[in-house]
């Protein structure tokens, strides 16, 4: 269990309150609304003690930044392939899974392809 503090409490509570999957600046400009003196560095160094503590998950690595989850229970994601969104899938289909000599003790699971906004965007482009 990591220490409390307002900086690192801050910090989880702006990844916990989003379905975005955001990434440490993002999460730097959230805590550096209420908390003036935070440091990017603060922010990476925190995220760093959450993934170790496991209450927090390094989703994907989208355009060179890593992308964060404060929920821990296994699910997979969906990333898209353009414009780079991050979302949750939920009752992701069983990936049926060979008989090992092995304990398995979790998972990660990431679709790539097209989200809907940019099919839609792209749609409409070769419709004019």
Not at 16 to 36: C, D, F, G, L, M
Not at 49 to 55: A, I, K, M, P, W
């Given at each position: 269990?990591?220490?409390?503090?307002?900086?690192?409490?801050?910090?989880?509570?702006a990844?916990?309150?989003?379905?975005?999957?955001?990434?440490?600046?993002?999460?730097?400009?959230?805590?550096?609304r209420?908390?003036?003196?935070?440091?990017?560095?603060?922010?990476?160094?925190?995220?760093?003690?959450?993934?170790?503590?496991?209450?927090?998950?390094?989703?994907?690595?989208?355009?060179?930044?890593?992308?964060?989850?404060?929920?821990?229970?296994?699910?997979?994601?969906?990333?898209?392939?353009?414009?780079?969104?991050?979302?949750?899938?939920?009752?992701?289909?069983?990936?049926?899974?060979?008989?090992?000599?092995?304990?398995?003790?979790?998972?990660?699971?990431?679709?790539?392809?097209?989200?809907?906004?940019?099919?839609?965007?792209?749609?409409?482009?070769?419709?004019?």
């Amino acid at each position: 269990m990591i220490r409390s503090s307002k900086k690192r409490d801050a910090i989880y509570a702006a990844l916990r309150s989003t379905k975005s999957h955001p990434n440490a600046e993002w999460i730097y400009t959230q805590v550096k609304r209420e908390i003036p003196d935070l440091s990017l560095g603060t922010v990476y160094r925190n995220l760093a003690l959450f993934l170790e503590d496991g209450s927090a998950m390094r989703v994907a690595t989208v355009s060179g930044q890593d992308r964060f989850d404060g929920d821990t229970r296994q699910h997979a994601h969906f990333v898209c392939n353009l414009c780079g969104d991050v979302a949750d899938v939920e009752d992701a289909p069983p990936i049926p899974f060979p008989e090992m000599d092995a304990t398995i003790e979790g998972y990660q699971l990431i679709y790539h392809g097209i989200c809907r906004s940019c099919q839609n965007q792209n749609a409409k482009g070769v419709e004019k």
